[in-house]
């Protein structure tokens, strides 16, 4: 599975090998993230200061792929 990991300045991180290296994604909005799960489709449900948005599953806005 995926690693997530999110926080402040709308950094998320992914590993996909248990946490060994990381993948950085920095979001444009630059709010604060405090959670992440994963929906059905496999994308991202990132939750924190601008609300709830869903995201690609690397972190990244449908915009930025």
Known sequence: GTMVI???G???LTSKDQG???TVIHRS???LLTGAITN???DLLLVGQGGAQIAL???EQPSQK
Do not use: I
């Open 6 to 8: 999110v926080g402040h």
């Open 10 to 12: 709308a950094v998320v």
């Open 20 to 22: 060994r290296s990381f």
């Open 29 to 31: 909005d630059r709010r």
């Open 40 to 42: 059905d489709q496999g």
């Open 57 to 59: 599953p690397s972190g």
